[in-house]
DNA sequence: CGCCGGACGTTATACGTAACACTTCGCGGT
DNA sequence: ACCGCGAAGTGTTACGTATAACGTCCGGCG
């Protein structure tokens, strides 16, 4: 911003078209009508262009007391999915003239002390990941406009939320597993502190649970290839009889589930079902492919967007959960008796 | 921004506090020593944090001239290399009191008409993605320092680069190919318009091209694994001598690869060796695991930011290449004679 | 005693923009 | 002849902050 020889204000275009500063910001705010004459408003867009006169943002947003720009905090970017989100949420937002800037709660950094002296853009609004939790103090300092995705709607922030189905995703994947026959289950969980994931636990159990002779053992391991696949390495050969089927709170895991069936000899599905989370590319990379539940990335960050414009316009947000869907593929089948 | 009750301004601070405005500044910019007494010093803290004072970022960017906030251009997000350029260059930039603000060129929203319209952020300077060439010409509409990665040096943009050493990594997959002892190759092609992977094909090429008897081939499809697959499936069952190995031009089209082995009835290695270009922890899912070169991403970002930096200050941005490295795994064997 | 300089502040100003309130002028109606 | 009114602008102000320039008090030194 700071150039050598600085750039151009109105001012200056002002003083190359021969009018005020004022009339400057008529005819670019496109206001001038009835205000200016169109010859005049032209020679001053032409003196605009050839000084190559940007406005100055800072002193826009200063003025106008917004920025018609929010931030969206994810917990990191090393999945496909929160870029899904993006996608979604910028799409709306530019539908309705907005900005979505990203913050990345870094990973290496530490705890996001404060967000908004990094991403040092004044804004209008924040949505936020619940898996960013890290963040979350920060925020509620501020007392901007929030949306939360994926958090507990009677919990104590007081701030609107999205939600996907994550509860009914638990209840078709536990049906579809014990319909197959399936008794003995390994989840092999998120090291993530989330409601989405406790809530996923929890629905998981009620339901398995509703059937005779089930059991259900927790691994608990890092959303990464490895950390999953020694995790899930360890559990399956822990003495007791072996689970039949693995279900993973992420692709990924489900990733270092099928390494660690590889290294254990055991063939998918027929000696060991999995199940993941998300659909990423990935899944369909596996061989064989992950049967899953899909969740709609795009969709999720649209929805979050538009709660967020609810907000600032005072109005109510939509409710509703976001429906997912089971995505049925080879690495699920009866067990062997 | 704009609040029911607005909020707290350095003003009702100093009121607070008993006072002037200007002490507040002092005092809350650590500019006091000498200048204010530490008792009150103290006073006017307290008084901030009583009234939950938050600066008005727009007013100091105003005032400043500038806002320590750089912009990372990036083509889209639906691959973890650019979640780790944001990673390197987020770390260098909390060192150095910068903040780092992502724009990913959304798809589906169509060429980005003006990233500065949208990321409202008022920006001290621009890293960009040789990738992300929509956005280019906005880019060079504005005056703002500029930092290309993976950008052709001599290129007429003027502007400083950080390249990594696609070169080298051409070569060194060449000889281990060549060496292990494949004459016919597909080289399946990113479907994407850059200087990177123009060198990576032209190099490529010269070397494969100084051993008599060999031949390349060449597939081009979108980075999606479903596309790769398509592509190289078609390409596999052209007539003609099969290729014998299979070089993607990353990671993802390279899970494409393995699709369409597995729809030939190829097995890989022995029927088929694949490479690819990232080293995602897509690699090491796949079974086998996938010979790759390996980028690291985390540096690119690093040095990237450490570019701007020098731009900014007015130095000379340090030049050389970043190296890279062939990852050999699994997925490369001599081919069945 | 006179005067200097540090400690402790304050006053005033500028950053670039948007918008309110005001002026000037020509012209049509009565 | 006079009023009213719309067109076409201009003058001025405020947004909230950081800082340069300016005061004032007081202890101490020559």
Known sequence: ??????????????????????????VLGDKWRGRVSAATAERVRQAAHDLGYRPNLAARNLRLGHTRTVLLVVPALTTEF????????????????????????????GPARDPFASAQAALDGV?????????????????LPLVMLDSDPDGS???????LDIADGARQLADH?????????????ADIASWTFEVRARELA???GTVAGTGVRTARAPITIDDARAAAEAALAAPGPRPTAVICDDD????????AARRLGLRIPDDLSVTGLDDLALATALDPELTTIRL???????????????VLEGREPDGGDIPVELVVRGSTAAPRS
């Open 1 to 26: 911003m700071a150039r050598g020889s600085t750039r151009p204000t109105s001012r200056d275009v002002a003083r190359a078209a021969g009018v005020s500063q004022a009339a400057v910001s008529l």
């Open 82 to 109: 929160f870029a899904g989100v993006y996608t979604g949420a910028a799409r709306v937002a530019a539908a309705h003239g907005f900005g979505v800037v990203l913050y990345p709660s870094p990973e290496g950094i």
């Open 127 to 143: 949505i936020a990941s619940s898996m960013a939790a890290d963040a979350l103090t920060a925020i509620r300092g501020d007392q």
């Open 157 to 163: 922030l007081g701030a609107a939320t999205v939600n």
């Open 177 to 189: 597993l014990l319909a197959l026959g399936h008794r003995r289950f390994l989840h092999l969980a």
């Open 206 to 208: 009620a339901r398995i």
């Open 252 to 259: 990924k895991l489900a990733a270092g589930a099928y390494k």
């Open 296 to 310: 709609d990335a795009e969709l999720f960050g649209e929805r979050g967007m538009l709660a967020l414009l609810a």
